[in-house]
């Protein structure tokens, strides 16, 4: 439950008590051996509301008027009263072999005999005071802990990785566009930067007009020394608790970005950068929604040095001022603003161009394109998988008799605490009942894979994840995705009997051609798509053309993206269309001995595989191109991909797997790190694999082929007419 107290807040009178400095807390751990963390359930709510001040907690529910009794979230001087209290439970150990945070707990000390005495006393002191722990969340007697965002060992301090993971991991920029955007977070920075302008020279020359692009071993010096220069001293500064900090956040639909920073009064000065991808489009569906998510998400990050304390915090989305005084929210957007208003700050207003720093961290490069998105699946994600077994009656009982006694379920493994089931190509992740994973799960196996249908989406949790439900969770998923219902049109069957062409032998046998005119031009002048499908494998090809691409050009095309990579076709299928037709594609399929099988006039059905692929190209096309519609083409590798990557429901495999004889790892595999095929390792035992495949393939072709002939003609009728009658 979460309720709305921002105006309470307003006027409440602000808590002194101070949060203690983390440079302070961790300089006690210094030469310890032994760490324990200890995390309190829902600790805010284990600290009762004096009776006098319930009144002031009441909320209006369906069923009338309520007080807390306990303390709620959303209060601003919730974190300060648990931290006072914190403080005076362990006053007599604090900095000895105690540091209290909030509701982080941690205990330390030089001899493991020595911890399990200081242990001890700590659990007994939480036992008098009556306060309950999360034991799932605990460590207890660990060498090595993360604490505070940063590193605990026996050697000292360590900062955390993904400090610097967000520029650290930056991908090779292959674009214009995406050199200047890297260009320009260095740029914000280079002050702090020795001899930037040389470093940077080799980047800088791309940009110029007449320069061509050419990305050699110099431009790639240069990257590394710039994004070394960026996260090592003295640019990425230490935390000094007595400067100001301020908050930097943007969003964009495929990402988030946000930049720690201290004001030393000689500029700002970095601390920290994050940088994180849209979950899904569920999670934040407008600009303001995508606004406040990121401010939600940098406070959370960065809560242990912002709790407490005042600072500012920049946005480029002008209405996020008014946050606190916005009298109508959604469930969602309240719970967000109840988060974000237990924090001191100053909401100001910057304009996009000026806030290059977290602009740039959203947009990175390699987040472009919704369907080569990329689940944000890190330690974090991982430890919540991890965690949310203890939740599952079913997942918790099996992992507990795989690690104990692992001859009793030879069917699954554990590794790292992650429990995978065996089959026989490829292990798959078991996913336990946590809607949060699965919907995240869900969201990048549907919406990032190209929006299909409730089939496909579950042929790809299949090759990776396994859960009770998965195919109703996946139907409903699907069936209540907004851009599928926006985008998404019902078809109707004409009337005629269906006779389909003859089964192809194996890839490359025949393929089938056709236009599609898309009726808006790109900003590559570019008006229609020739569509290429290979019959047996289903593989497809995207090339764009001009709207009056000639036969010549239709030609070199077709050699260029599909002859030059997989040979000459027995047949081709195609309309009547006058290119196929002219003297010049005659002439080349007199070359190449392949055969040319033309659908029959006006009845384009003839041509049913471009037919039916026209069809998903537009619908797909339609979920992921801009609203100007102008870059249209810029996106047809990315639904190529996303098709020829997803389960086709007439050969049960992908079209890839077929054509190219190989599965390629997609996104949404990358939880599943542990994955492991088990296909025949020597040639001879691919080969007798590989011709199974086919042969199985084939069967399901003519299955599928008996199936869309009798729901085809369930709607149609035979036709009467006999030679020599007059029509």
Known sequence: MCIDYRGFNVITVKNVEPLPRIDDLLDWVQGCKYFSKIDLKSGYHQIEVHPDDQYKTVFRARYGHYEFIVMPFGLTNAPATFQRCMNDLFRPWL?????????????????????????????????????????????????????????????????????????????????????????????????????????????????KKEAIWQWDKNCM????????????????????????????????????????????????????????????????????????????????????????????????????????????????????????????????????????????????????????????????????????????????????????????????RTTEALLFEKTNVFDRLCVSNNKEIRSLILGECHDIEGHFGWQKTLANLMRAYTWPGMKNDCIEYVRSCKVCQRNKTTTRAPLGLLRPLPIPDQPGDSVSIDFMDTQVKSRHGKSQVMVIVDRFSKYAVFVPLPAEARTDLVIQKFFDFWVSENGIQLSIVSDRDSRFTSQNWQELMRVYGSKLLMSSGRHPETNGQTEQMNQILQQVLRMYIRPDQINWDEMLPKVASAYNNNMHLSTCRTPNELHRSFRPRRPFEVLNRDQIHRLPPGTKEFVIQHEKRLATVVENLRKAQHRMIEQANKHRRPSQFQVGDLV
Request: glycine content about 4%; charged content about 30%.
């Open 95 to 207: 900095d000895k072999f105690v540091v209290v945070y909030l509701d982080d707990i941690l205990v330390f000390s030089k001899t493991l005999q020595e911890h399990q005495g200081h242990l001890r006393q700590v659990l007994e002191k939480l036992r008098e005071a009556s306060f309950k722990i999360n034991a799932k969340k605990c460590e207890w007697a660990k060498t090595q802990v993360l604490y505070l965002g940063h590193v605990l060992d026996g050697d000292g301090i360590k900062p955390e990785d993904s400090k610097i993971a967000a520029i650290r991991d930056w991908s090779t920029p292959r674009t214009l566009t995406e050199l200047r955007s890297f260009l320009g977070l260095a740029n914000y920075y280079r002050k702090f930067v020795r001899n930037f302008s040389t470093i940077a020279a080799p980047l800088r020359r791309l940009l």
């Open 221 to 412: 010096s240069a990257l590394k020394r710039l994004k070394r220069a960026l996260i090592e001293y003295p640019i990425l500064k230490v935390v000094d608790p007595s400067l100001p900090f301020v908050v930097t956040t943007d969003a964009s639909q495929y990402g988030i970005g946000a930049v720690l920073q201290h004001d030393d009064r000689n500029g700002y000065r970095p601390v920290e950068f994050m940088s994180a991808r849209m979950p899904s489009e569920k999670v934040a569906t407008s600009t303001y929604e995508r606004e406040l998510y990121a401010l939600r998400q940098a406070l959370d990050h960065w809560k242990h040095y912002l709790l407490g304390r005042h600072f500012k915090a920049y946005s480029d989305h002008e209405t996020l001022r008014w946050l606190k005084t916005q009298a109508k929210m959604t469930p969602k957007l309240t719970r967000w603003a109840a988060e974000i208003d237990q924090y001191d700050f100053e909401l100001k207003p910057v304009k996009g161009k000026y806030n290059v720093v977290a602009d740039a961290l959203s947009r990175r490069s390699n987040y472009f394109g919704a369907i080569v998105h990329y689940l944000d699946i890190g330690i974090d994600l991982q430890e919540k998988v991890k965690q949310a077994y203890a939740q599952d009656p079913i997942y918790s009982d099996l992992l507990k008799r795989v690690r104990d006694a692992p001859e009793t379920e030879p069917d699954y």
